[in-house]
């Protein structure tokens, strides 16, 4: 499966987009980029997913570059409970699908 | 409303003292996996199973044990438990090419 690197920390003022990069530079062509989120010690949540198109949700977007080497998550507008850890994940079909592989993510701290 | 469901949500425990922590979906999800997590060494996976009657070690299997009997249920037991296992376990549940839900989380101590 491929690896991620995230950035480990970032601080985002309320109000204004947050912007997560992420880096899946060994991705394969069937793998999908999930992003979850984990607020302090609470079970990881969902946020968006996508394989090769850009993505919106109603908590997010996802944009993934043409090669597919890396992606953004992107909070438009953030807020005091958008502090959390972010976690991009590669996931594959299969019998695998069940093996989510979490890296360190990175710490989004959003001040006021 | 769908839900992972784990118990307990905390339990401290004696060395050698056989216990189970239940997880249950109410999804109808083929996939079900556990998780442990520790300072500094975010979330791994100990164990998943990818339908009943089938499951696969993760990362960190040792001094664990699972069971598949049912869809909705993926028990994850410590037969003799130690102080390095204890930890923040998550269960969680999916298909396939869908997202993972989480439960809430067991902390557990073992003294």
């Known amino acids: 499966d491929a690896k991620t690197t995230q950035p480990p920390s970032m601080d985002c003022a309320e109000g204004r987009a947050a912007n997560l990069p992420c880096n899946h530079s060994?991705?394969?062509?069937?793998?999908?980029v999930y992003w979850y989120r984990q607020i302090h010690s609470q079970g990881p949540q969902y946020i968006i997913h996508?394989?090769?198109n850009n993505e919106t949700n109603e908590m997010a977007s996802l944009i993934i570059t043409e090669d597919r080497k890396s992606s953004t998550l992107i909070l438009p507008h953030a807020t005091l409970r958008d502090t959390a850890v972010y976690y991009c994940?590669?996931?594959?079909?299969?019998?695998?699908?069940?093996?989510?592989?979490f890296g360190a993510g990175t710490q989004v701290v959003v001040t006021p | 409303e769908a839900q992972v469901t784990q118990n307990p949500r905390y339990l401290i425990t004696v060395t050698g003292k056989k216990l189970t922590v239940t997880c249950s979906q109410n999804?109808?999800?083929?996939?079900m996996s556990w998780y442990r997590q520790d300072p500094g060494l975010g979330l791994r996976q100990i164990y998943y199973?990818?339908?009943?009657?089938?499951?696969d070690k993760g990362d960190v299997p040792e001094g664990y044990k699972v069971s598949r009997k049912e869809k909705r249920n993926f028990p994850l037991i410590l037969e003799s438990p130690s102080p390095n296992q204890t930890s923040l376990y998550f269960c969680?549940?999916?298909?396939?090419?869908?997202?993972?839900?989480f439960g809430q989380g067991t902390r557990l101590t073992v003294v």
């Open positions: 969680a549940s999916s298909n396939l090419n869908t997202e993972a839900f």
């Open positions: 060994t991705i394969s062509g069937n793998e999908y």
């Open positions: 996508g394989l090769k």
């Open positions: 199973s990818m339908n009943v009657e089938v499951t």
């Open positions: 999804m109808n999800h083929e996939y």
């Open positions: 994940i590669v996931r594959v079909g299969g019998d695998s699908w069940g093996k989510l592989q």
